[in-house]
């Protein structure tokens, strides 16, 4: 009984660094901040983890935590410009930015000279997205 609590408690020291690792997930409720870059065109044909084409003219993103297929508003908090894109794929593991963008979805933000900027992302429903006019999404 000592020694199968002793090594209890060694495998409970050892999973909590594993634990304090993990990224804070966005939830619909609080918009997360952060660093953004965006994509290569070397990635233009690949699949992506969501197993779709990666286009870099449309408007998709990579994300570590939300669910492929989430909509998510992303805001250049320098010039408050916004695009509505959707994740279809992941950022490596050891990257520290919180989203990676199509060139397109970069140049309507207005940071494709600098490479990275400082963007709010918030969850946003499919009907939020089908509410809003084509020309607000195209112009924003």
């Known amino acids: 009984m000592k020694y ?9 020291i050892g999973a909590v660094p594993a634990m304090a ?8 409720k609080s918009p997360a901040t952060g660093i953004a870059s965006y994509y290569a065109q070397k990635f233009h044909g690949r699949k992506t983890a969501s197993g779709e084409i990666f286009d870099n003219t449309a408007m998709t993103a990579a994300h570590n935590t939300l669910p492929l297929g989430t909509m998510i508003k992303v805001t250049n908090i ?10 279809t794929d992941r950022l490596h ?9 199509t060139q397109a979805a970069a140049k ?11 963007v709010r992302v918030e969850v946003v429903s ?15």
């Open 21 to 28: 690792q993990r990224k804070v997930t966005t939830s619909p």
């Open 78 to 87: 320098r010039n408050n410009r916004w695009v509505i894109v959707k994740v």
């Open 108 to 118: 309507q933000l207005g940071f494709i000279h600098w490479g990275i900027t400082k």
């Open 4 to 12: 199968a609590a002793a090594a209890l408690l060694v495998l409970a």
């Open 126 to 140: 499919k009907e939020f997205v089908n509410s809003l006019p084509f020309w607000e999404m195209a112009l924003n």
């Open 93 to 101: 593991a050891a990257n520290r930015r919180i989203v990676d963008l």
